[in-house]
Nanobody, 125 residues
């Protein structure tokens, strides 16, 4: 069984930075499309950023463009989300997602087949 293990969430002041990490554990796969989504209390899950297997294609939601950067290190089989200039409205549970054996850039939640357990990010004003 594959699990996606996330780390890096926490409490930060507005204007601060955090870096989230996500890697498959268990019976893993080395080729996958990666993405990050978030869900704030009382709101639906929303797309944050996505990256293709080779890392040559990325996409980010308008609300985080210029502040968040998705990247990956395939030698470590890990996808990252660097979050800078954080705002209180970025407060949410952040989930990483993976589509095994895909080289594509995927921005829809329904395209992914593995999900992390979520890591909480809280931005204080």
């Amino acid at each position: 069984q594959v699990q996606l293990v996330e780390s890096g969430g926490g409490l930060v002041q507005a204007g601060g930075s955090l870096r989230l990490s996500c890697a498959p554990a268990g019976r893993t796969f080395s080729i996958y499309a990666g993405g990050w989504f978030r869900q704030a209390p009382g709101k639906e899950r929303e797309f944050v950023a996505a990256i293709s297997w080779r890392g040559d294609s990325t996409s980010a939601a308008d609300s985080v463009k210029g502040r968040f950067t998705i990247s990956r290190d395939n030698a470590k089989n890990t996808v990252y989300l660097q979050m800078n200039s954080l705002k209180p409205e970025d407060t949410a549970d952040y989930y990483c997602a993976a589509k095994a054996y895909s080289h594509l850039l995927l921005i829809r939640a329904e395209d992914y087949d593995y999900w992390g357990q979520g890591t909480q990010v809280t931005v204080s004003s």
